[in-house]
């Protein structure tokens, strides 16, 4: 029900923004709070960020903040994650998921998500 796209292979200190739309025609994410999580090798998938719908309130894990930046469309048709000053221990799978009129509270926890997208690598490597 998710698409993501824009992973890639990154110099560290790059960046690259990532895309995360709802499939299918006319759809929008507009209703939905969408958070990205990422799992890198060995690691468990964890939450680093989360856009609230309506208001539009964000939320980065300490990991990533600072550096990362999720944000809308005007359409609300797409959720971007802006990734700077990218780190090699950035590498993994990143995954976007969304639930319907979801204000991000506990943002981190996987099961509170219903729609998920399939993933996209990014890799900091120089």
């Known amino acids: 029900q998710l698409v993501e796209s824009g992973g890639g292979l990154v110099q560290p200190g790059g960046s690259l923004r990532l895309s995360c739309a709802a499939a299918?025609?006319?759809?929008?994410?507009?209703?939905?709070?969408v958070g990205w999580f990422r799992q890198a090798p060995g690691k468990e998938r964890e939450g680093i960020s989360c856009?609230?719908?309506?208001?539009?309130?964000?939320y980065y894990a300490d990991s990533v903040k600072g550096r990362f930046t999720i944000s809308r469309d005007k359409s609300k048709s797409t959720v971007y994650l802006q990734m700077d000053s990218l780190k090699p221990e950035d590498t993994a799978i990143y995954y976007c998921?969304?639930?319907?009129?979801?204000?991000?509270?506990?943002?981190?926890?996987?099961?509170?998500?219903?729609?998920w997208g399939q993933g996209t690598q990014v890799t900091v490597s120089s």
């Open positions: 998921a969304a639930e319907d009129y979801y204000y991000c509270s506990g943002y981190q926890i996987e099961s509170l998500y219903s729609s």
């Open positions: 299918g025609a006319g759809s929008t994410l507009a209703d939905y709070g």
């Open positions: 856009i609230s719908p309506s208001d539009g309130r964000t």
